[in-house]
């Protein structure tokens, strides 16, 4: 699998996508919300829905969907999950 990264590099770094786990019992999961419209709601449900199976949730918030992560936030989400889910849609 190739994953590209949206942001403007000039030389991109190589990245490999790490396996996606078979289940999430036992893992931190961190909800990111990008900030585009509607995201918080599909997060709430999906919340909800982890949480009824006693999955521990961490919520998260980009300040804006037109800008990069900042570096803090992305260092704080790496130390506190071990998987993440973004809301990206409107």
Same mark, same amino acid.
């Given at each position: 699998?190739?994953?590209? +990264?949206? /942001?403007?590099?000039?030389? =991109? ?13 036992? @893992?931190?999961?961190?909800l990111?919300?990008?900030s585009?419209?509607?995201? =918080?709601?599909? @997060?709430?449900? @999906? ?16 300040? /804006?969907? /037109?800008?990069?992560? =900042?570096?803090? @936030?992305?260092?704080?989400?790496? /130390?506190?999950? +071990? ?8």
């Amino acid at each position: 699998m190739i994953v590209l +990264d949206p /942001t403007g590099e000039r030389s =991109p770094a190589h990245r490999t996508a790490r396996e996606r786990p078979a289940d999430l019992t036992g @893992l931190r999961v961190g909800l990111l919300d990008i900030s585009k419209p509607r995201g =918080p709601e599909f @997060l709430d449900r @999906l919340e909800a829905l982890l949480s009824e199976r006693g999955i521990a949730v961490r919520r998260y918030a980009k300040p /804006t969907f /037109t800008k990069p992560m =900042p570096p803090d @936030l992305r260092r704080e989400i790496g /130390t506190q999950c +071990d998987v993440v889910i973004e809301a990206l849609a409107d």
